[in-house]
């Protein structure tokens, strides 16, 4: 940024001072005081700024038909792992445009939740409703089933979205940063990153209306978060979400759900006035 900020200062600088020398080159009296901003220019030019080889993915999760009218509904939802309480009696209802953070100091509390509106789970007590224009699709906190078998990358997200050609399917893994024969990489060598940006992928390919995240900014680079950030951002339909992530708290949300083993408080607005009740 320093480098930036600086190479700005003297591109300005310099061309203010040619101005000067196509004005006053040829004019007799000021001859010198054009040599000596010649001069001047030769050590104010600055040296090209290096590029950057970091790159960013390019993650917009699009919708093929919006939510309609009811969405998700909770009723007097209760999970117990073994002798702790996870979260007791807990109610709400998902509504178009929400975009809703769950938070708790239990992590295995907001995970649970998250499995059992993903049906990985069964509910102990309580019910979950889908309504029947919700399509929802699901990021993991741990990802290692989706990534068990010995499979090429392109051959893993056909399995997940058949139907698609492969020139589609190299177009969204080349968003997430797979070009080339990095498409062909076996899906069980995958870094914690890669594995996260070929979820993206999955579920950008899903368009499905109401995304569930459960952390996922884990092992993901600033570049990789900061786009993740952009696309929830700019998401039009439903999510829900967990994340340690305080930019994406503080950005993404306008609703937010804090549970405990005894109940459970719920705002809408900004993560600040969340903090601030």
Not at 172 to 196: C, H, I, P, Q, T
């Amino acid at each position: 940024k320093q480098k930036q900020d600086l190479h700005k200062k003297s591109s300005e600088k310099i061309k203010e001072l040619e101005d000067f020398i196509r004005r006053f080159s040829a004019n007799a009296s000021k001859s010198k005081q054009a040599t000596s901003r010649k001069k001047l220019i030769d050590t104010l030019r600055p040296d090209e700024l290096p590029v950057s080889s970091r790159k960013s993915p390019y993650i917009s999760f699009k919708v093929k038909r919006p939510c309609g009218t009811n969405i998700l509904t909770v009723k007097n939802l209760s999970y117990t792992l073994g002798d702790a309480v996870l979260f007791k009696n807990l109610s709400f209802s998902l509504e178009k445009k929400d975009k809703l953070a769950i938070l708790a100091e239990n992590t295995l509390a907001k995970t649970t939740l998250l499995s059992l509106l993903a049906g990985k789970l069964q509910p102990q007590t309580g019910t979950i409703e889908w309504g029947e224009g919700s399509v929802y699709d699901y990021f993991p906190k741990d990802n290692s089933e989706y990534f068990g078998k010995d499979t090429p990358l392109l051959d893993w997200l056909n399995e997940k979205n058949s139907g698609l050609d492969n020139q589609t399917l190299r177009g969204y893994l080349g968003r997430m940063l797979f070009s080339g024969d990095e498409a062909k990489k076996n899906v069980k060598v995958l870094s914690g990153g890669e594995k996260a940006r070929a979820m993206f992928a999955k579920l950008m390919l899903s368009e499905g209306n109401v995304l569930l995240f459960d952390e996922p900014t884990d092992h993901l680079d600033l570049e990789s978060i900061s786009a993740l950030n952009i696309g929830l951002s700019q998401f039009t339909d439903c999510l829900i979400m967990t994340s340690h992530d305080f930019e994406l708290l503080n950005t993404v949300p306008n609703r937010f759900i804090e549970i405990t083993p005894t109940g459970f408080r719920e705002k809408r607005g900004s993560f600040e006035d969340f903090l601030g009740n």
